[in-house]
């Protein structure tokens, strides 16, 4: 389904992804684990087109989609929650959920039940439907993590990319957030997850790739990665 | 009395006016962070083709003023497409910062000896859709044109913000202005939002032009000054505030006209900017500006 291949990346002269590859096949959910600074939001950005890579190839599907601006890739069905949420503050919760649909409402016809996927989107997330006429900057941290989450799946996107979704988050929250995307992996979603809960991560995931300086370190199934002693140590010691 | 309310409605015209056109920097400043220092070359142009289509110039008249707003405008908008590709996208895309404001100065400059070359350098007189007999209201005497500006006016701006607030490429167009990274996510092309943004301000721009000509003359020269008093009035207001920008503008106007009358008509732009100077030093994002406040 997606698949990255020797991807560099570079802020302005300081190079941050030295060659990553990764593959998420249809239908799983792959974990990006790794300290702060590793690079994983910045392989998030290169896939989603906030960033254009130095070198490699990001294929969808069939498609290279490396390089193009992060419209097109979205129109293609690659959905972000980003970093810090992103969400549009001025705006309701509703309508930033109808922004998210964004290319399926253009050209004056709705592709697909815009609307009934918004209904879906607010069971799934109770707390966004008693605050939908709200404007989105007036939510609690938790609140804004959820309508971020919301606001991706308004694509129906083919992969969904969740950039450290439990972020700043309570714990009773972080659970939450976890407990959706367990709901969404047996709903059959594509996902791709950066986290900083590296054990939780690999609970839910299928396969985990651990990133370290911008090179990915080890690979190999959650729950090989779950017993590995090194990323036990280095990810997954003390409190968790 | 009579005076005061009568020089009260000039002025609240002439506001209105500055409102529209500082209205047009709002809406590429908004989206793209970079302003059309052309402005008043935009306005200078819709009103002299408003007049090419409307007036006898060019052999005309063609269309009766209500029939030559379309075309008028659409005018507006493209010559804003021109801009926006020629004078702000390279500056965006090589990330200048400043090569924006020399580029919209240059071009403005071009599209002025441009229209001294079609329509002459001297003020052309603009034939006036409605009656010129003042009306009376309260004992003052008003040009029933001058209250088609602020009709009109208004008219035009709750169009945007209905659009904005209503339509999906509204809603588009304000999450390009928060937050253009994540409005690119959402599948929004950006970029075209930018092009759009321009297009609309030129258009706001030549709409003025035609609402203010026939109270003024019409010539290649008419945009210069009323360009860079409503950049005062988008700053006096602030430059991210819709109500900003009709208070800024009516302070403006007001101040022009009693001054005019009461003190001199060669001091009747001193007060305005004696006004935009104590903006600038005591609350630099303008009377009704918002600092941005980032919740991370």
Do not use: C
């Not at chain 1, 389904?1 to 590859?21: D, I, R, W």
């Amino acid at each position: 389904m997606l698949k990255v291949e020797n991807l560099t990346a570079a802020y302005g002269k300081v190079s941050v992804l030295h060659g990553v590859s990764l593959t998420v096949r249809k239908g799983q959910v792959v974990t990006l684990i790794g300290s702060n600074g590793a690079g994983k939001t910045t392989t998030m950005r290169a896939i989603s087109g906030m960033l254009v890579p130095a070198s490699g190839t990001i294929r969808l599907g069939q498609q290279d989609i490396t390089g193009l601006p992060a419209h097109r890739i979205s129109r293609l069905g690659v959905a972000h929650s980003p970093e810090g949420r992103r969400v549009f503050p001025t705006q309701t919760v509703r309508d930033n959920l109808l922004l998210g649909a964004f290319s399926r409402l253009t050209f004056g016809r709705a592709r697909g039940d815009v609307e009934g996927d918004l209904e879906r989107a607010l069971d799934l997330f109770p707390r966004l439907r008693e605050r939908k006429d709200q404007l989105a900057g007036t939510l609690s941290g938790g609140e804004q993590q959820m309508l971020a989450m919301a606001r991706a799946l308004m694509l129906k996107p083919e992969v969904l990319l969740l950039d450290e979704p439990s972020m700043g988050l309570a714990p009773i929250l972080v659970e939450e957030v976890f407990h959706i995307i367990r709901r969404l992996k047996e709903e059959g979603m594509t996902m791709l997850l950066v986290e900083q809960f590296a054990a939780a991560a690999l609970g839910v995931a299928d396969y985990g790739y651990v990133m370290e300086n911008g090179r990915i370190a080890v690979e190999g199934p959650a729950v090989q990665l779950q017993d590995d002693p090194k990323v036990r140590a280095a990810y997954l010691g003390g409190g968790h | 009395m009579a005076i005061l309310l009568q020089l009260l409605m000039s002025g609240i015209a002439l506001g209105m006016i500055y409102a529209v056109i500082a209205f047009g920097y709002q809406s590429t400043f908004a989206t793209s962070g970079t302003l059309n220092f052309g402005q008043g070359e935009a306005l200078m142009l819709g009103a002299l083709v408003g007049l090419s289509l409307a007036g006898t110039v060019s052999g005309g008249p063609y269309l009766n003023y209500w029939l030559m707003l379309p075309p008028v405008l659409l005018f507006g908008a493209l010559q804003g497409v021109v801009v926006e590709r020629i004078a702000v996208r390279p500056a965006i895309k090589t990330k200048s910062e400043f090569g924006w404001i020399m580029s919209t100065i240059a071009l403005g400059i071009i599209f002025r000896n441009v229209a001294e070359n079609i329509w002459g350098r001297d003020d052309l007189p603009f034939p006036s859709p409605l009656p010129t007999d003042p009306i009376h209201i309260f004992g003052a005497s008003v040009l029933p044109m001058e209250l088609l500006v602020v009709v009109g006016a208004l008219v035009m701006m709750l169009g945007v913000e209905f659009f904005n607030r209503r339509t999906i490429y509204g809603k588009a167009v304000v999450a390009t202005s928060t937050d253009r990274d994540a409005a690119g996510l959402m599948g929004i092309n950006t970029s075209m939002v930018i092009t759009f943004s321009y297009a609309l301000s030129s258009m706001t721009a030549a709409f003025a032009g035609v609402l203010i000509a026939p109270v003024t003359l019409t010539g290649a020269s008419m945009g210069a000054v009323l360009g860079l008093k409503a950049f005062a009035v988008a700053i006096i207001g602030g430059l991210n505030s819709g109500l900003g920008v009709v208070v800024g503008g009516i302070l403006l106007g007001v101040a022009e006209t009693t001054t005019g009358f009461y003190v001199s008509t060669g001091y009747k732009d001193v007060p305005g900017l004696i006004l935009l100077l104590l903006v600038l030093s005591v609350k630099p994002s303008g009377l009704f500006g918002k600092t941005t406040i980032k919740k991370v």
